[in-house]
Nanobody, 126 residues
Protein backbone atom coordinates (compact mmCIF):
# COMPACT_ATOMS: atom_id res chain seq x y z
CA UNK A 1 0.00 0.00 0.00
CA UNK A 2 1.47 3.32 -1.10
CA UNK A 3 1.21 6.10 1.44
CA UNK A 4 2.38 9.71 1.59
CA UNK A 5 2.38 11.36 5.00
CA UNK A 6 2.62 15.15 5.16
CA UNK A 7 3.88 16.90 8.26
CA UNK A 8 5.49 20.10 9.47
CA UNK A 9 2.68 22.58 9.16
CA UNK A 10 1.70 24.99 11.89
CA UNK A 11 1.06 28.58 12.90
CA UNK A 12 3.80 31.08 12.16
CA UNK A 13 4.07 34.86 12.03
CA UNK A 14 4.61 36.64 8.76
CA UNK A 15 8.27 36.54 7.82
CA UNK A 16 8.81 33.23 9.59
CA UNK A 17 9.78 29.84 8.22
CA UNK A 18 8.47 26.29 8.18
CA UNK A 19 9.73 23.06 6.68
CA UNK A 20 7.19 20.58 5.41
CA UNK A 21 8.02 16.90 5.02
CA UNK A 22 6.43 14.20 2.90
CA UNK A 23 7.41 10.69 3.89
CA UNK A 24 6.59 7.99 1.36
CA UNK A 25 6.13 4.29 1.96
CA UNK A 26 5.04 1.33 -0.11
CA UNK A 27 7.18 2.20 -3.14
CA UNK A 28 10.21 4.27 -3.96
CA UNK A 29 9.71 7.72 -5.47
CA UNK A 30 13.35 8.43 -6.23
CA UNK A 31 12.67 8.49 -9.97
CA UNK A 32 9.22 10.02 -9.78
CA UNK A 33 8.16 13.60 -9.95
CA UNK A 34 7.08 14.84 -6.55
CA UNK A 35 5.05 17.97 -6.02
CA UNK A 36 3.57 20.24 -3.40
CA UNK A 37 0.18 21.81 -3.87
CA UNK A 38 -1.92 24.01 -1.62
CA UNK A 39 -5.56 24.81 -1.18
CA UNK A 40 -6.94 27.81 0.63
CA UNK A 41 -10.58 28.00 1.79
CA UNK A 42 -12.90 28.63 -1.14
CA UNK A 43 -10.13 28.24 -3.70
CA UNK A 44 -8.98 25.50 -6.02
CA UNK A 45 -5.91 23.44 -5.33
CA UNK A 46 -2.90 25.18 -6.82
CA UNK A 47 0.61 24.14 -7.75
CA UNK A 48 3.42 25.28 -5.46
CA UNK A 49 6.57 23.36 -6.37
CA UNK A 50 7.82 20.12 -7.86
CA UNK A 51 11.05 18.20 -8.08
CA UNK A 52 11.33 16.20 -11.28
CA UNK A 53 13.87 14.42 -13.43
CA UNK A 54 15.14 17.66 -14.96
CA UNK A 55 15.22 19.86 -11.88
CA UNK A 56 12.83 21.90 -9.75
CA UNK A 57 9.75 23.91 -10.59
CA UNK A 58 8.05 26.71 -8.66
CA UNK A 59 5.04 28.89 -9.03
CA UNK A 60 6.08 32.52 -9.41
CA UNK A 61 4.75 33.67 -6.04
CA UNK A 62 7.07 31.36 -4.08
CA UNK A 63 10.09 30.99 -6.37
CA UNK A 64 12.36 33.24 -4.32
CA UNK A 65 11.13 32.03 -0.92
CA UNK A 66 10.49 28.27 -1.07
CA UNK A 67 12.86 25.39 -1.80
CA UNK A 68 11.85 21.84 -2.64
CA UNK A 69 14.31 19.02 -2.06
CA UNK A 70 14.37 15.26 -1.65
CA UNK A 71 16.28 12.65 0.33
CA UNK A 72 16.06 9.47 -1.69
CA UNK A 73 17.59 7.40 1.09
CA UNK A 74 14.66 8.40 3.31
CA UNK A 75 12.11 8.41 0.47
CA UNK A 76 11.14 11.87 1.68
CA UNK A 77 10.50 15.20 0.01
CA UNK A 78 10.77 18.55 1.78
CA UNK A 79 9.47 22.04 1.22
CA UNK A 80 11.44 24.74 3.00
CA UNK A 81 9.30 27.84 3.24
CA UNK A 82 10.93 31.14 4.18
CA UNK A 83 9.63 34.70 4.41
CA UNK A 84 6.11 33.39 4.78
CA UNK A 85 3.22 35.70 4.01
CA UNK A 86 -0.43 35.59 5.13
CA UNK A 87 -1.40 34.69 1.55
CA UNK A 88 0.58 31.45 1.95
CA UNK A 89 -2.05 30.24 4.42
CA UNK A 90 -3.54 26.99 3.12
CA UNK A 91 -3.56 23.25 3.48
CA UNK A 92 -0.43 21.93 1.80
CA UNK A 93 -0.49 18.57 0.05
CA UNK A 94 2.35 16.40 -1.12
CA UNK A 95 1.82 14.47 -4.36
CA UNK A 96 3.66 11.72 -6.19
CA UNK A 97 3.57 10.89 -9.86
CA UNK A 98 4.55 7.75 -11.74
CA UNK A 99 8.11 7.04 -12.82
CA UNK A 100 7.76 8.23 -16.38
CA UNK A 101 9.42 11.42 -17.54
CA UNK A 102 7.24 14.20 -18.85
CA UNK A 103 7.76 17.79 -19.87
CA UNK A 104 7.75 20.37 -17.10
CA UNK A 105 4.21 21.55 -17.78
CA UNK A 106 2.87 18.10 -16.93
CA UNK A 107 3.76 18.48 -13.27
CA UNK A 108 1.71 21.65 -12.72
CA UNK A 109 -1.57 19.72 -13.06
CA UNK A 110 -3.00 18.05 -9.92
CA UNK A 111 -4.75 15.32 -11.90
CA UNK A 112 -1.41 14.10 -13.24
CA UNK A 113 -0.37 12.86 -9.81
CA UNK A 114 -1.28 9.36 -8.65
CA UNK A 115 -0.65 9.62 -4.93
CA UNK A 116 -1.53 12.27 -2.35
CA UNK A 117 -0.75 12.99 1.26
CA UNK A 118 -3.43 13.87 3.75
CA UNK A 119 -2.41 17.53 3.90
CA UNK A 120 -0.88 19.73 6.57
CA UNK A 121 -2.25 23.12 7.61
CA UNK A 122 -0.03 26.17 7.30
CA UNK A 123 -1.32 29.38 8.87
CA UNK A 124 0.60 32.63 8.60
CA UNK A 125 -0.51 35.43 10.88
CA UNK A 126 0.08 39.14 10.39
Amino acid sequence: QVQLVDSGGGLVQAGGSLRLSCAASGRTFSRSGMGWFRQAPGKEREFVAAIIWSGTLYTDSVADRFTISRDNAKNTVYLQMNSLKPEDTAIYYCAGSGGERYSSSYYYIPNHYDYWGQGTQVTVST
